[in-house]
């Protein structure tokens, strides 16, 4: 089953690009979404272990982040975040 998760990591220590990279070479994030500076909705089957868990098997320097389960969230911005998260899809 597909779950969505926020990832929210340090700007000052790495950037968009490195992490984004991270997510793509890992089969089991099968979609993400980088909606604010520091964090990207993350779709997978893993538990939020499982994803920080991979994060740091393919990052060699070390970078504050967190995962949490986004099962209930609420804020004001972007509709198109509230859609990937309610409603998670499979682009791999």
Request: hydrophobic fraction near 40%.
């Given at each position: 089953?597909?779950?969505?998760y926020?990832?929210?990591y340090?700007?000052?220590?790495?950037?968009?690009?490195?992490?984004?990279?991270?997510?793509?070479?890992?089969?089991?994030?099968?979609?993400?979404?980088?909606?604010?500076?520091?964090?990207?909705?993350?779709?997978?089957?893993?538990?939020?272990?499982?994803?920080?868990?991979?994060?740091m098997?393919?990052?060699?320097?070390?970078?504050?982040?967190?995962?949490?389960?986004?099962?209930?969230?609420?804020?004001?911005?972007?509709?198109?975040?509230?859609?990937?998260?309610?409603?998670?899809?499979?682009?791999?």
């Amino acid at each position: 089953m597909l779950k969505s998760y926020i990832l929210a990591y340090d700007l000052t220590t790495v950037d968009r690009k490195e992490v984004t990279d991270i997510l793509n070479s890992d089969e089991n994030i099968r979609n993400w979404y980088a909606f604010m500076p520091g964090a990207i909705a993350v779709v997978t089957t893993m538990n939020s272990k499982e994803v920080s868990s991979s994060i740091m098997k393919r990052w060699s320097k070390k970078f504050q982040f967190i995962v949490v389960k986004a099962d209930e969230f609420n804020g004001y911005g972007n509709r198109d975040i509230a859609q990937f998260i309610r409603e998670p899809e499979d682009v791999s």
